[in-house]
Every structure is written in structure tokens, then in C-alpha cells.
């Protein structure tokens, strides 16, 4: 689902208190895809407050997400998202046509110290850089794809 034309993909994460995974995946896809994505959060049930262990981990790496709330998963933030993932932990986006739903399984940060966090950060932030591969590669990417020679069926390689 690369990138069309003048609109950028835009990708919801969704976590049960949209306090520890779904917060460090979009501040990873927010790091890393800078304005190529259009980035939400959000929990079916949101804290009160981010995992303080999931701001330590992600501060480690330069990422600040002290400002962030939770917000509440809504119909309409599925309805605006291409991409919808949910983070393992066995919550269920509205169902749209046209959409795009992965589960990425992940471990609870909550209750966990940072040592624990750690792991969890950083396979997000794999996740999060396979995504951006497939929904908004950069223009030098993007370029080389359209370059590249395709055979029509039927042809024969040259010799």
C-alpha cells in the first residue's frame, strides 16, 4: 500500500489504555516516517496516564513522548486510518472495507520497569520500520521501484 499520489497513508495503533505499545509505535512512526504518515493512537479502555517505564525507554532513544494522553479508540478514527493495528492484546477495530488490519504481538508494558521495556521498544521500532517500507518508502525507494524493468509474461530473459 505504497503512498498515492498528493495523500499520505495514515496509520492507527490501538493498545487496550493507549498508554505503553501503541504510544511508542507512533512515536516511532512519527520519528522515523517524519510527515510521509499520518499518525493516531489510541486504547478501547485509555489510562490515565503514559507508562512512565515506556517514556524512560523511549527517552533512552531520544523520543519524547512525555506529552502524550491516552485517547479513546473511536469509529471514526478507523474510518480515517488506511492502516489499523492492533498490539496483541486482543482488542478489535470497527471492521471497514478498504482497510488494512495487522496484530502485531507484542508484550504488556504495563507494571513492567524499563528493563523490561527495552525489548518491547525495540521490536516496535522493527514493526514500525517494515511498515514504513511498505506504506510510505522514501523517494529514492519509491524511484528505484518504478525504474525497475519488468518482464511482461511470457518474455524471455535476455541473453
Not at 77 to 87: A, G, L, N, Q, R
Not at 109 to 115: E, I, L, S
Amino acid at each position: 500500500m505504497p503512498q498515492s499520489a498528493g495523500r499520505k497513508p495514515s496509520v492507527l495503533f490501538v493498545c487496550i489504555h493507549n498508554a505503553g505499545r501503541s504510544q511508542m509505535a507512533a512515536a516511532w512512526l512519527t520519528h522515523l516516517a517524519g510527515d510521509r504518515v499520518e499518525v493516531r493512537s489510541a486504547g478501547s479502555a485509555p489510562g490515565e496516564q503514559i507508562n512512565p517505564a515506556a517514556v524512560a525507554a523511549m527517552a533512552e532513544v531520544g523520543i519524547d513522548i512525555s506529552a502524550e494522553v491516552p485517547k479513546a479508540l473511536t469509529v471514526d478514527s478507523v474510518k480515517e486510518s488506511d492502516v489499523c493495528i492492533t498490539m496483541g492484546c486482543g482488542d478489535t477495530c470497527p471492521v471497514f472495507p478498504g482497510k488494512r488490519y495487522l496484530d502485531w504481538k507484542l508484550d504488556d508494558p504495563a507494571g513492567q520497569g524499563v528493563d523490561a521495556v527495552r525489548p518491547i521498544r525495540d521490536e516496535i521500532k522493527t514493526l514500525v520500520e517494515n511498515l514504513i517500507a511498505d506504506i510510505a518508502p522514501s523517494e529514492p525507494e519509491a524511484t528505484a521501484q518504478r525504474e525497475t524493468p519488468r518482464r511482461h509474461r511470457g518474455a524471455q530473459p535476455s541473453r
